[in-house]
């Protein structure tokens, strides 16, 4: 089982370490660490994506900020609670690092599946100058009963099949992950510059799945209640970190 649930998330990106290593927690004593890496785009655009790295894959404790790394694992979230308000956090769950000495061919730096189920109603919407989008939220499972939530955007084509989705329908996707600044604004003076992560969709579709045991409502409940501690710090589907 668990090597199924596995297969259904699977991240590689490579590039380049801009920050040092924090501590985030601890698991039955192995530590675990957040370090930013820079991801070129084939534009001229860089996405800022965060590592969660074990102690036990690197010498946390050394710098090496500038040097390229491909890292491997899952897109994983975690609720994190602050002060009144939950945020979902996310990051690459790291299982395999190394470093690289030369790399030249960014279409493969940062390449991401997900085989999950929409848990909120897609929003659907266009640009002044026509451009079809749709932003989605995706349960992906992982083993003991956990579930990762990803917010993900789709174009064009896509989102207009997107928009069709209801809640508990079964997708796979193909894609990117993505970093976006945007800013919040508490009250009248007070705002923050805030960093939100989402998959951009490269390939959509969906699965034809039988449902043996759950009706649709049940599915749609289970799912509306598994998301409703993630929605209160939110700005569309724009999750912070």
């Not at 894959?57 to 609670?81: C, D, M, P, W």
């Not at 085989?115 to 989008?133: N, Q, S, V």
Request: include cysteine; charge should be negative; aromatic fraction near 12%.
């Amino acid at each position: 089982m668990s090597e199924k649930i596995i297969e259904n998330n699977r991240v590689i990106v490579i590039g380049k370490i801009i920050s040092e290593f924090t501590f985030s927690h601890e698991v039955f004593g192995e530590g675990f660490y957040t370090v930013n890496i820079s991801v070129n785009r084939l534009s001229d655009q860089v996405d800022i994506i965060p590592l969660l790295v074990s102690e036990r894959l690197i010498n946390v404790k050394e710098s090496y900020i500038g040097r390229t790394v491909e890292a491997a694992g899952q897109f994983r979230s975690y609720n994190r609670h602050d002060g009144v308000k939950n945020k979902l956090v996310l990051s690459v769950f790291v299982r395999e690092i190394m470093f690289r000495e030369e790399f030249t061919d960014y279409t493969k730096t940062n390449q991401i599946y997900l085989d999950g189920f929409i848990c909120k109603a897609p929003i659907y919407r266009k640009t002044p100058l026509g451009r079809e989008i749709a932003d989605l939220l995706v349960a992906v499972n992982r083993p003991y009963g956990k579930s990762d939530y990803i917010p993900c955007i789709a174009w064009g084509r896509n989102a207009r099949f997107a928009s069709g989705f209801e809640i508990g329908t079964h997708i796979r996707l193909w894609g990117r992950i993505q970093s976006r600044e945007y800013s919040k604004k508490f009250g009248e003076n007070e705002i923050e510059k805030r960093v939100a992560y989402e998959i951009s969709i490269n390939k959509l579709e969906c699965v034809d799945d039988e449902r043996p045991e759950k009706t649709e409502p049940d599915q749609e409940r289970d799912l509306h209640a598994q998301v409703q501690s993630y929605g209160s710090d939110t700005d569309t589907y724009g999750y912070n970190a």
